[in-house]
Nanobody, 123 residues
Framework: QVQLVESGGGSVQTGGSLRLSCAASGSIFSIDGMGWYRQAPGKERELVAT???????NYADSVKGRTTVSRDNAKNTVYLQMNGLKPEDTAVYYCYAQVTARATGGYRYFPVWGQGTLVTVSS
């Protein structure tokens, strides 16, 4: 069993900063891609940023220049540093990881999602 536990959400004013963290735990053999998605009220879940195991990153146009995704492979943790926050960044942020986990008889390869953390940006 593999779990992702997120932390760092909260309420900030426009222009503020937040750093989200997401730690994976369990019977992990390795983790490939990790990243963050978000879902605003009444909208579909959308990609925010991803990072490969080698450190290659990808960002949504809406957050480029304001957001940095990083990871600590030794800690199985992914981070999202958000600066210059805007009210339109208000959403529940979900982390994910593409995990290879030890299982009976071998290994399993599957995506795991965190429970979500709320970010609220007020004007």
């Amino acid at each position: 069993q593999v779990q992702l536990v997120e932390s760092g959400g909260g309420s900030v004013q426009t222009g503020g900063s937040l750093r989200l963290s997401c730690a994976a735990s369990g019977s992990i053999f390795s983790i490939d891609g990790m990243g963050w998605y978000r879902q605003a009220p009444g909208k579909e879940r959308e990609l925010v940023a991803t990072i490969s195991s080698g450190g290659s990153t990808n960002y949504a146009d809406s957050v480029k220049g304001r957001t940095t995704v990083s990871r600590d492979n030794a800690k199985n943790t992914v981070y999202l540093q958000m600066n210059g926050l805007k009210p339109e960044d208000t959403a529940v942020y979900y982390c994910y990881a593409q995990v290879t986990a030890r299982a009976t008889g071998g290994y399993r390869y599957f995506p795991v999602w965190g429970q979500g953390t709320l970010v609220t940006v007020s004007s």
